[in-house]
């Protein structure tokens, strides 16, 4: 039997990125993903995800993100893929939200380039918007989007190049601590390494049970739309955007990749779900919850219907993600709970999980994402 140095579990945005961190250090690495690569049964299909880096959420995932950012630029470089799509980035809501005030706070701790827009000032320069009256945009130029699929093609292919093995449509049934190093098991054989790092996504309670109710699988709905002005909504004029509203908060994309104006609601229906059991069918009331949205801020968008689908969050208490080293065993690393914002850090993720089972310290504090802020010891899980 072949002992690995590491052994990846999960291959979506997180895992590929920790794959081809941990073979780019020149380590024997095997990575096992249970579908595709990649696949639409997880979190990080569909497209694209936004990049901002006036973080509302809290002002120390900055760093993070200007390390995203150059990572994303190399795998750019490596792989000669475009990856990350620059379109500009608004933080909309009432001037005392989460969503504005927060934003505001990390672009002046962090010294962001940045602007203030009222309603009406924003709709002047990026037409396709219509925020209420009394609503602030944050405007930071350096805000857009990854494109998540080809993001993890390009990080397991370069893995592969370096020598990492690979094993898709290959379920992992269980992991146990075995002489300092790990054993995982999986449908048809199993396997041993030094370090594990699991990136297992809505999976991540099935391999760790003790996450099993910090780090939720949630159904999630986005919907793209026909603009009935195309020329709003392309990326020169329209930036990706985060808003807080009434009716909920929203995020949404200028038109690429596929036809439409992409939006999608946080916590779409509240439908907390088991991800091998998650509902795929897409529902009137799906559409409802985001017609609304399209219809009150952003009309010109709101023609026909080209394309919905389900994705999953997978959501932690505070929505803060879990990056650490297993509580009893050093050598196992745990990326999870990315509560529907985690996809833009996938390239610094994927980093700091090398740095971890390889006993290297992070250069950021990691504080806020401690697994001990929910969890005490644990053992090794199965599926």
Known sequence: MTRYDAIVLGLGGMGSAALYHLASRGLRVLGLERFDIPHDQGSSHGVNRIIRLAYWEHPSYVPLLRR??????????????RILVITGSIDAGPEDSATFAGALRSAREHHLEHEVLDAAALQERFPGYRLAPGMLALYQPEGGFVMSERAIVAHVSLAMGMGADVRARCAVTGWEPEGGGVRVHTERESFTADRLVVAAGAWAGRLLPELRDVAVPERQVLIWS???????????????????APEGRFYGFPEYGIPGFKLGKYHHRGEVTDP????RDIHPE???????AIRRYFPDADGPTLSMKTCM??????????LDRHPRYPQVAVA?????????????VGEIMADLVMDRTPPFD???FRMD???????GGGA
């Open 313 to 322: 969050f997978t959501n932690t208490p505070d929505e803060h993600f879990i």
């Open 366 to 368: 990691l504080s806020l």
């Open 226 to 244: 026909r603009p009935l002005r195309p020329e709003f909504f392309r990326p020169g004029i329209f930036p990706v955007f985060n808003m807080e």
């Open 286 to 292: 799906d559409e409802a919850v985001l017609r609304e």
């Open 336 to 348: 999870a709970g990315f509560s529907g914002h985690g996809y833009k850090f996938c390239s610094v």
């Open 68 to 81: 995203a950012y150059a990572l994303w630029r190399r795998l750019e470089h490596e792989s000669g893929e």
């Open 276 to 279: 091998d059991a998650v509902d």
């Open 373 to 379: 802020r929910f969890v005490g010891g644990a053992t």
